[in-house]
């Protein structure tokens, strides 16, 4: 009988995703706002992911981590509120189904949860979402005020 070896997370990687975790949650600039981010460590190499709130959150918690003893690498997939924002509403200027719906919209970001506010027929509502949907860091899309 053939055995498989399965990867497994080696103690010092346990140990180092616990310190980082802990890093993390104390940051200063992301405590008041309850962002999550998720920490993965591989051979002292840490993987960030999540949504938070703005650019300097993610520099920071960058910055932060690599100063924990230990860390070899840092990997960052964070997202933040503001380059959400910004990349939903250059997507939504410069796509084929949203460029000709008339400006006078808002689109916000929260922890990833886009919200885009104006009037729109159902047509213009369902190619906002669909739009909306194929940007990275996007958890999920709202749009209110439809007609």
Request: glycine share 8%.
């Amino acid at each position: 009988m053939d055995t498989i070896a399965l990867p497994t997370e080696t103690s010092a990687d346990l140990d180092l995703e616990t310190a980082v975790a802990e890093v993390i949650r104390n940051l200063d600039i992301l405590r008041p706002t309850h962002a999550e981010v998720d920490v993965a460590v591989s051979g002292g190499h840490v993987t960030l992911s999540g949504i938070v709130s703005s650019i300097f959150a993610v520099t920071e918690a960058v910055r932060a981590v690599q100063a924990v003893p230990g860390v070899t690498g840092v990997t960052s997939q964070l997202y933040d509120d503001g380059t959400i924002t910004r990349q939903a509403a250059h997507a939504l200027a410069v796509e084929a189904q949203t460029k000709d719906i008339p400006l006078g919209y808002q689109v916000t970001s929260l922890f990833g949860h886009l919200s885009v506010i104006g009037r729109f027929t159902p047509e213009q509502e369902a190619a906002l979402m669909a739009v909306c949907q194929n940007i990275a860091g996007v958890r999920s899309v709202r749009v209110h005020g439809a007609n």
